[in-house]
């Protein structure tokens, strides 16, 4: 069974997914059965605007649970002091009488105290994409399966090279993931490593910067000018005459990044990854730069966590598909897990083929 664990915040890159057995459900899940009326204002409380998937879900929220009848609460992290600035907007949420909080948490190590300030007030607490750890007081999770994504941006990385370099036996890369306050980085990574560490270890693959352990990966922030600078430094220091072959990037925001610094030193581009199906990347996957993306439409994650609302307006139980794996340290929390599709430019129509936005940029 998945576990996530996080020793403390500040270290979050050390999260590790690990195997445990533990039972089928937390304690505390749905306690009471209540419900509450139609028109009750339901807090959604995201991070900074880092990348257009967020930009999205707040939109869809926001149209999303008026449709369904609710009156919803939708606020943004600002980009300075955004983990106290989303301590205090979950907190206002709860104050002005939130039946429900959805937290896209900018740091899940660090919402312990409002998660249980919700429950005090009466209030159900989801967890929106990133687990919020370490409390008791997380009533439901709903995500893409985020293992699953690294383990297909780990098989993309290495397809991408074989179909880039035919004939080629080994292969020269570089590792990054995302910000550490994000416990969906050390995920992301690992699923993406228990593909590629066999790799590494017979030989396939060589990190030629020496760099594999998730602090030096890591992008604070997930801001791409963090990962651009990292680039630089890693094309200057260690590919002088040496060809990279290929870059694990865990989002499409910051392989652009990456591909602009390999650009911007003159070398060819690399197979890259990514995650999100942002425009540009999509664009960038059509014109054969970026290798792949993975496609988590917001659209059904964020009609499902609008979903999960309805149930418990009704007094009902949210509907779950996983209640085993998501064991946040003080509790395994009930998710509901969505399938994320590896997209890259042979089956790029198909995948957005419903998508308005994206499907046009396929042709």
């Not at 690990?18 to 807090?43: H, M, V, Y």
């Not at 257009?52 to 879900?57: D, I, K, P, Q």
């Not at 429950?119 to 750890?133: E, F, T």
Request: glycine share 10%; net charge neutral.
């Amino acid at each position: 069974m998945r576990k996530i664990a996080l020793a403390t915040v500040a270290v979050a890159a050390a999260a590790a997914l690990a195997l445990s057995g533990c039972s089928s459900r937390g304690s505390g899940s749905d306690s009471s059965a209540a419900g509450f009326d139609k028109g009750a204002t339901i807090g959604v409380a995201l991070p900074t605007k880092t990348s257009e998937n967020w930009v999205l879900a707040g939109d869809l929220f926001t149209n999303g649970l008026k449709d369904a009848g609710f009156k919803g609460d939708v606020q943004y992290a600002g980009a300075s002091g955004a983990v106290a600035d989303q301590q205090s907007q979950i907190q206002s949420m709860i104050t002005n009488g939130a039946k429900v909080v959805i937290i896209g948490a900018v740091d899940g190590g660090q919402l312990a105290a409002q998660a249980k300030a919700a429950h005090d007030a009466g209030a159900k607490v989801i967890a929106y994409d990133r687990l919020i750890l370490n409390s008791p007081d997380v009533d439901y999770y709903v995500a893409y399966d985020n293992e699953k994504v690294g383990e297909l941006q780990g098989q993309a990385l290495l397809d991408g090279m074989a179909k880039k370099y035919p004939g080629k036996k080994n292969f020269n890369i570089e590792l990054f993931s995302g910000s550490p306050d994000d416990a969906n980085s050390a995920v992301f990574f690992n699923g993406a490593m228990k593909v590629l560490q066999p790799k590494i270890d017979d030989g396939t693959l060589k990190v030629v910067s020496g760099q594999t352990d998730i602090k030096q990966t890591a992008t604070q922030g997930w801001l791409p000018a963090n990962a651009q600078t990292r680039m630089d430094t890693l094309l200057a220091k260690s590919y002088g005459s040496t060809e990279l072959n290929g870059v694990l990037s865990p989002n499409d925001t910051l392989a652009r990044a990456i591909i602009t610094s390999v650009k911007g030193a003159g070398k060819p581009v690399p197979t890259v990854t990514g995650q999100d199906s942002e425009a540009e990347s999509v664009k960038s996957i059509m014109a054969g730069e970026q290798y792949s993306t993975i496609n988590k439409d917001t659209r059904n994650l964020v009609k499902q966590a609008i979903a999960m609302v309805t149930s418990l307006s009704k007094g009902d139980k949210a509907e779950t598909n996983d209640d085993k794996s998501y064991d946040n340290g003080k509790k395994v929390v009930p998710a509901f897990l969505l399938k994320p599709v590896i997209v890259t430019k042979e089956n790029a129509a198909e995948a957005y083929a419903n998508d308005p936005t994206l499907e046009p940029l396929t042709k």
